[in-house]
């Protein structure tokens, strides 16, 4: 699934009010983490997550493999933080128009 950039301008307005929902360790992308970001994806359809300083990974790469991994999009990377985006089977959040 690709973003336009009108719909994750959409996505990056909902997300700032939120908190982060689950904070990667130096442990980085465990498979329990793997499997709590899938589930929250699928109860949320939207998700922040934190990385916290003693993670030595790089952020914008934490957050593609995460992304592959639950099968959803990166929407943003700021600072230690990231968003993921994955649509429900009946989504709650509606995306603006692709046109």
Known sequence: ?????????????????????????????????ITGLDEALAARELIKISVQKNCDEDIK??????????GSVPVQVIGRKFVLYRPAK??????PDTK
């Open 61 to 70: 790469s934490i957050a593609e493999t995460a992304s592959e991994r639950t």
């Open 90 to 95: 009946k989504p709650r959040i509606q995306l």
């Open 1 to 33: 699934m690709t973003l336009t950039s009108k719909q994750r301008a959409y996505l990056k307005s909902l997300a700032m009010t939120m908190d982060p929902v689950y904070q990667i360790g130096k442990e980085s992308l465990t498979p329990e983490i």
